[in-house]
């Protein structure tokens, strides 16, 4: 199983640090798993321009190719102006509109307030929705005040995350077996 | 329909298109060279010929996994090697090409013909080739129309004056030489949906739409869309045929047919555009409300009569030969054309 994990953000570092830990804990807990962490601050990723993913070069190709054929996604994202960074949204706009079917996408959500809660509810499930990913319902909303100096320090935020991983992985699993034991009857 | 060579007595033209598509046959995991691949498409005319076909047209694409990039050549050889077949593309990318040498090619393999050549001219689904030949995808709607303008005007008109954004000015100018009968017929390539359909009704022009799957009634919109456009812009639908394009695979029974076809698309579809195609939507093909014509030889013609019913339209167009299949199913699907299919189709659509 192909887990990436997609840190959607080129500012800050509360995502990214949420990101580290939540990839080393789908390494620990799942050693048979290939994780890939993208972190689009370090990626020079362009601005769709519609074309075919495949079409496009250099970073812009690699991300959207690791994404394409991953099994399963984390997506990290903090909350800018109450809404997704933008760097986000093209990794959207940049994939096709069926790019998630028969993918897994879990989210991580890092904001300066509460109030943004429903962000992920109102911004990004529709969108992941749209693109056939069957979504693990439940996400991980962290504060500002649950880190301290790139450290999540709420233990609470800790086994959320763990609680999100597994479902991620089980929901994975899940799906893969419903969609073999489906495509089994066809007989082609 | 004079203009565009179809005689509705002799009831709906049936067609086969291969985009050239130069992939690994999924079963050997092997790919034969495009030296082969080019001369079994050729091949595939000739006996698409004798089966009584009445339309053979190949496309351009310049993306890898193709081999028939200079598709002009191509229908060139097929012209030369066939008698009586129709011949064209499916598409000529007119955006990225000079509509000039465009049409002294096509014109060219009309005369090598003795008469058979159209084109069918599309925007090109992939854009890798602005970059290749050194067009700005910016311009991607705006090159289309102004190119496709220029392509009929110069079927048009003998003497043309012309000028626009993306080529040198026209002052006077022969477009030579000129096809057999003197003009030649042009179709706009469609991809489904009815926004291009709509475009292709303004403008007057036949419109050749391509259909990967889903059910006739989504289709029927889009030709329904097109004659009203047609009619809104003055023109008489019944002036103006339509073809329709898409999968096609005949077998012993529906279920023979999905097993030997399904992972040619699936394989093929996953290298050409990254995503394979979902085996449910895949089994939904063998319903009669499928535009997929795919399944026994009788299934096919109640799929197709019932298409012919639904779309009215001149020309259907069948593409079997995607994602690396066998020469030898392509040359038993043919006979089962010729034989059963072919026959029973033109009985019951002649006027």
Redesign the interface.
């Known amino acids: 199983m192909k887990v990436v994990g997609l840190s959607g953000s080129k500012v800050g570092t509360k995502t990214r640090t949420a990101m580290d830990y939540t990839m080393k804990a789908v390494s620990e807990k799942y050693p048979e798993t290939e994780t890939t962490l993208i972190d689009l601050a370090e990626y020079d990723v362009q601005f769709s321009?519609?074309?075919?993913?495949?079409?496009y070069e250099g970073d812009t190709k690699y991300v959207a190719e690791t994404i394409?054929e991953a099994d399963a996604i984390i997506l990290g994202t903090p909350i800018f102006q109450a809404s997704i960074p933008a760097t986000l949204k093209n990794i959207f706009d940049l994939l096709?509109v069926?790019?998630f079917?028969d993918k897994v996408i879990s989210m991580i959500v890092t904001a300066g307030s509460a109030k943004h809660y429903l962000i992920v509810e109102n911004q990004v499930k529709p969108i992941l929705g749209y693109m056939k990913a069957q979504i693990v319902q439940t996400y991980v909303f962290i504060e500002e005040m649950d880190f301290y100096q790139k450290e999540i320090t709420n233990e609470d935020v800790l086994f959320r995350i763990d609680r999100l991983v597994e479902d991620t992985v089980v929901l994975t699993e899940t799906y893969k077996q419903i969609r073999e034991a489906?495509?089994a009857e066809?007989?082609? | 329909m004079e203009k565009y060579r179809i005689d509705q007595s002799k009831g709906m033209e049936f067609g086969l298109y291969t985009l050239g598509d130069h992939l690994p046959d999924p079963g050997t995991r092997e790919r034969i060279s495009a030296k082969q691949r080019i001369h079994e498409i050729i091949e595939l005319a000739q006996l698409a010929e004798q089966a009584g076909i009445d339309f053979f047209s190949v496309g351009e694409s310049h993306?890898e996994y193709f081999a028939t990039q200079a598709h002009t050549v191509v229908l060139a050889a097929i012209a030369q090697a066939t008698e009586k077949i129709k011949i064209s593309s499916s598409s000529t990318i007119i955006s990225t090409s000079d509509p000039v040498r465009v049409y002294e090619d096509f014109a060219t393999i009309d005369l090598i013909s003795g008469g058979r050549a159209e084109i069918v001219a599309g925007r090109a689904s992939?854009?890798?080739l602005y970059d290749l030949l050194g067009y700005d995808?910016?311009d991607?709607e705006a090159l289309y129309e102004e190119k496709f303008d220029l392509l009929r005007k110069i079927n048009d008109e003998e003497i043309i004056n012309w000028s626009g954004q993306f080529r040198a000015d026209l002052n006077n100018a022969k477009v030579l030489p000129r096809p057999l009968n003197g003009s030649l017929p042009i179709w706009r390539a469609v991809g489904g949906t009815p926004a291009s359909a709509i475009k292709a009704g303004y403008a007057g022009v036949p419109m050749y739409m391509a259909h990967l799957g889903g059910p006739v009634s989504v289709f029927k919109r889009t030709v329904d869309a097109y004659r009203e456009a047609l009619q809104q812009s003055g023109f008489d639908p019944s002036e103006f045929p339509v073809a329709t394009a898409g999968f096609f695979y005949a077998a012993d029974s529906s279920?023979q047919a999905?097993?030997d076809m399904?992972p040619h698309i699936n394989e093929g579809m996953k290298r050409t555009?990254?995503?394979g195609f979902?085996?449910?939507h895949?089994?939904q093909g063998v319903d009669p409300r499928s535009v997929m014509n795919i399944g026994s030889p009788q299934e096919i013609i109640e799929k197709i009569l019932y298409q012919h019913e639904q779309f009215g339209h001149q020309r259907y167009i069948a593409q079997m030969d995607f994602g690396g299949m066998p020469f030898d199913k392509l040359k038993k699907n043919i006979e089962l054309i010729g034989t059963e299919i072919l026959p029973a189709i033109k009985k019951y659509t002649a006027k």
């Open positions: 321009d519609g074309r075919n993913y495949l079409e394409m096709p069926d790019a079917r489906k495509e066809y007989d082609f | 993306q992939r854009v890798g995808l910016r991607y279920q999905l097993r399904y555009n990254g995503q979902p085996k449910q895949f089994a």
